[in-house]
């Protein structure tokens, strides 16, 4: 039996997913003659008022972006403002990972010795910042970093300083908190009563994740070592024996792997596409995938919990859509192509 | 010349000028060994220009890539990438090919790219790092023959000055001092000559 306050929350989602545009409705954009015709079509969405705010002079795909990530970021912390109690917990985790990619930005611009400001990061609310954002953007030395996060959540980080020195790549940073976040969720989600389906939909999150780090590699030409520490360490589908295989493979031998067979089909795509030289197209295939499960999730089941969270991946795929769009509008990527990068 | 035009018709100053002239064909051979000096260095960078076409198709390609990564990650996610590459270290150094400064350009450290997690990103800044000794060289190349085309402007307009003015300008200055000189030196021939006469004529 569910509670009231998780029947409101999933309530309160459908609401919030008719504002969603429709897949026609990504379709129509695609059609549109130019950035302009976009945003005009665009008053007519959720993202009026905001476009209204900037639409002074005629906005830029990278103003657009900018609202879009901002919406992105408002409808994910709105949905807490809504619930409360160890649902409250719950979406606040899954919520940090917009911290956690700010994060990682601030570690690569410290990485790179490149000064970067706020507006680069995603925008959080307040009250629900782990860390000092502006502090750490004024860090000079990863030390001085991992300093400064010592009294936030991801103070473990510092463990990780030593490799990242010694090998002076960021990745092993990046990856403490990509883990930390992942673990964190699962953990969380395990709690509720309902966590069969949500584990299952961050599950595929992270073999997406992983699968496309290792056809990916393949391409990169990484170190087995590198793409072995790169791996978020849950498995859902994907075996830990299976993903060694996947590691050490060469890239024809992947599709050879026994692998779920939904997996399967996708990675032997993905090795067409690496092999005939279209990565992003590959990369597509996996996001495309995890928004295509949410969406089916979505559908199956519109009154459980994890509709929230297919809602929350949606939001992602619309961000992602609009974003593609506008600077396929902006930069004149042909319809096709620019058809090929969106999550339909 | 103007200063030529105001010398006094005199041996002494015949003498100077004939110096001065001399001087002044030395130099325009020395300038024109400079000009043909460089023109013949601008025509070897003419050739490596040829490279430029082919570097310029290669980065359209990597342009239309990064059209398509930039669409698919944004430019959040993009820059974000970009922060973590480290800045490229490149030592300038300056050439003199006759006098004219050309820079020399070598790259002393490449930013290392297994930095970059996106597959897409690391195509295009894979490319990209591969392409970037070419399009060095074509800077060095089209700054080379910038500077050297400049010099050559110069050159060749003290050549025709020269040639055309200082010259011709010491040559007429100097037939004139010449004639002068010879038609005093007449003169006084004739005078003599008279003079003898004259004075034949009194002893008689």
Redesign the interface.
């Known amino acids: 039996m569910k509670t009231a306050r998780i029947l409101f929350l999933i309530a309160r989602t459908h609401g919030f997913q008719s504002h969603l545009l429709k897949t026609q409705d990504t379709i129509r954009l695609l059609r549109t003659n130019g950035l302009k015709e976009m945003i005009e079509r665009l008053l007519t969405t959720d993202y009026s008022t905001e476009l209204t705010r900037i639409a002074a002079t005629e906005p830029t795909?990278?103003q657009l972006?900018?609202m879009f990530?901002v919406s992105l970021s408002k409808r994910w912390y709105s949905m807490l403002q809504i619930t409360s109690g160890h649902l409250g917990e719950l979406l606040e985790v899954h919520n940090s990972k917009l911290e956690i990619?700010n994060l990682?930005?601030i570690?690569?611009?410290i990485?790179?010795?490149?000064r970067?400001t706020d507006e680069?990061l995603?925008s959080i609310p307040r009250q629900y910042q782990e860390v000092n954002s502006p502090a750490l953007l004024i860090a000079n030395t990863m030390s001085e970093m991992v300093d400064l996060l010592r009294e936030s959540p991801y103070r473990e980080i510092e463990e990780h300083l030593e490799e990242y020195e010694s090998s002076r790549?960021?990745?092993f940073l990046?990856m403490y908190l990509d883990n930390k976040y992942y673990r964190d969720l699962w953990a969380e989600i395990g709690k509720t009563a309902y966590a069969g389906e949500i584990l299952a939909l961050i599950g595929t999150e992270v073999d997406m994740r992983n699968l496309e780090?290792i056809v990916?590699s393949k391409?990169?030409r990484?170190e087995p070592r590198?793409v072995r520490e790169?791996i978020v360490d849950l498995r859902f589908r994907l075996r830990k024996a299976t993903i060694s295989a996947l590691i050490s493979a060469d890239l024809q031998e992947i599709p050879a792997i026994r692998v779920w067979q939904s997996y399967a089909q996708i990675l032997q795509k993905a090795v067409e596409l690496v092999n005939e030289?279209k990565?992003?197209e590959?990369?597509?295939l996996f996001s495309q995938y995890l928004y295509s499960y949410a969406e089916e999730t979505s559908i199956r089941n519109p009154n459980d919990l994890v509709y929230v969270f297919s809602y929350l991946q949606l939001c992602v795929r619309e961000a992602?859509n609009l974003?593609?769009l506008a600077?396929?509008k902006q930069?004149k990527?042909s319809e096709e192509?620019?058809k090929n990068?969106l999550f339909l | 010349m103007a200063s030529a035009a105001r010398t006094s018709p005199t041996r002494g100053a015949l003498v100077r000028l004939r110096t001065n002239l001399e001087f002044v064909q030395n130099g325009l051979n020395v300038l024109k060994l400079k000009r043909d000096r460089l023109a013949e260095e601008l025509n070897l960078l003419l050739k490596e220009m040829n490279g430029r076409d082919k570097a310029e198709e290669q980065l359209m390609s990597i342009y239309s890539d990064f059209k398509t990564a930039l669409a698919m990650q944004g430019n959040l996610r993009v820059r974000s990438a970009a922060y973590s590459v480290e800045k490229m270290k490149v030592n300038v150094n300056e050439l003199s090919i006759m006098n004219v400064l050309v820079p020399k350009m070598r790259i002393d450290k490449k930013p290392s790219m297994s930095v970059i997690q996106d597959p897409s990103l690391y195509k295009v800044a894979e490319k990209m790092i591969t392409l970037i000794d070419e399009w060095l060289d074509v800077a060095r190349v089209e700054a080379s023959i910038e500077r050297i085309a400049y010099e050559l402007t110069l050159v060749n307009r003290k050549v025709n000055a020269l040639e055309k003015v200082v010259i011709p300008s010491y040559s007429t200055q100097i037939k004139y001092i010449e004639e002068f000189l010879s038609d005093e030196e007449l003169e006084d021939f004739t005078r003599i000559k008279r003079l003898k006469a004259m004075s034949r004529e009194t002893k008689t």
Request: cysteine-free; charged content about 20%.
């Open positions: 795909a990278l972006e900018r990530q990619e990682k930005t570690i690569r611009a990485h790179g010795e490149n970067i680069q995603y790549n960021p990745i990046e780090l990916a391409y990169m990484l590198l790169s030289d990565i992003a590959m990369q597509t992602r974003t593609a600077i396929g930069t990527l192509k620019l990068l």
